[in-house]
């Protein structure tokens, strides 16, 4: 079984930048959609990011312009850089794959998952 391990969070002032990075344990050819999601403390997980088809990026509107989501096929690794950062962005972060190429961002669609991130924002 594939392992997914994310990376790099933290805790920034509103404004800052983190990049999260999600490692596979082993190289899989399985995983085709990869996406980052967030939950807050008392509140649903929602999707941030997908990556799915070649060239093809999905983005919750409330990131858009702000979050970057890129894949580094060659080391097995999903990033998510994650600029000018406000204290509503404060959430565990996860990563999450599944086959085939996807472009909806639900939680129900992925069936693998990491153990979190956690990313503070301070005002």
């Known amino acids: 079984q594939v392992q997914l391990v994310e990376s790099g969070g933290g805790a920034v002032q509103a404004g800052g930048s983190l990049r999260l990075s999600c490692a596979l344990s082993?190289?899989?050819?399985?995983?085709?959609?990869m996406a980052w999601f967030r939950q807050a403390p008392g509140k649903e997980r929602e999707g941030v990011a997908l990556?799915?088809?070649?060239?093809?990026?999905t983005y919750a509107d409330s990131v858009k312009g702000r979050f970057t989501i890129s894949r580094d096929n060659a080391k097995n690794i999903l990033y998510l850089q994650m600029n000018s950062l406000k204290p509503e962005d404060t959430a565990m972060y996860y990563c999450?794959?599944?086959?085939?190429?996807?472009?909806?961002?639900?939680?129900?669609?992925?069936?693998?998952w990491g153990q979190g991130t956690q990313v503070t924002v301070s005002s």
């Open positions: 999450a794959a599944r086959a085939g190429w996807w472009s909806r961002l639900h939680p129900d669609d992925y069936t693998d």
């Open positions: 082993r190289y899989t050819t399985a995983y085709h959609s």
């Open positions: 990556s799915g088809s070649p060239g093809t990026t």
